[in-house]
C-alpha cells in the first residue's frame, strides 16, 4: 500500500474475525518495527510483551476498557470479534524519564503500522487495569511497568476518517454498516504555514 493510505486507514479498529490469528510473520514484524523506530538520547528504556496464546489473550481483554464514547453494547468486542494478540509497552522504571511517554509512542506507531501494513488491525489502549495486566503477565512491579497495551486482529469493519469544521463534535461514531466514524479537523485549520 502507499505510504500516504498506509497513514490514512491505519486506524483504530476495534472488532476481529478471532477465528484467524495473526500469522507469526506479521507479529515478527511487529516486534522487529519498534527497534527502528527513534528514542530520546539513544536510551531505549521500553520493553514489551507478546501475549498471543488464547488462554492469556482473554485474560488480558477482560483488563481493558473499549471505547469511551460509546455505549458497552456499539464499542465493547463480543465473543467472536475478540483480538487475538495484544503486546503490552512496558517501561524499563531503571531507564524511564519525561519522554519515554514520546518514545512509546513512536515505537507503538511502528509497531501499528507494520501490522497494517499486513492487514492487521489494532486499537492502542490506555484505559486498562495495570496492576491486574502486570499480575496477569507476571511482570516486576519494581522492575517494570505499563505503559499501554496494544490489541491486534484481523478487522471486520473499516474506519473512515470525516473532516470537520473546528467546533463540531469529535466523538467517534458507528454510520448505518457499523463501520466507525471519526471526525477529524481539517489540516488548514490546525496547520499554519510561514
Ligand atoms: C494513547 C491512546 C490511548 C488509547 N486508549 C484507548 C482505550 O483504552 N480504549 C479504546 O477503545 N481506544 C483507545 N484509544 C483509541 C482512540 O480512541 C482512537 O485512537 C481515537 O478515537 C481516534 O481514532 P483513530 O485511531 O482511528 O484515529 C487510544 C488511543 C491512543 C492514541
Redesign the pocket.
Known sequence: MELMELLKTR??Y?RFDQSRPVPQDVVEDIIRSQQYASCGNNRQPLRYAVVQTPELVEKVYAQ??????LPPEQ?TPKDGEHPTLFVAVLEDLGLRNAITGCDA?LA?SNMTLAAWNKGVGS??????KRTEIMEILGLDPEKVSIH?VIAFGYPTHK?I?QEVEEGEPLA?YLNENRD?V?P?HKTEAVVTIL
Open positions: 486506524r483504530t476495534r481493558v476498557k473499549w471505547a469511551a464514547s464499542g509512542g507503538i486499537c492502542i489502549m490506555a484505559n486498562i499501554s474506519s476518517i467517534y466507525y471519526v477529524r
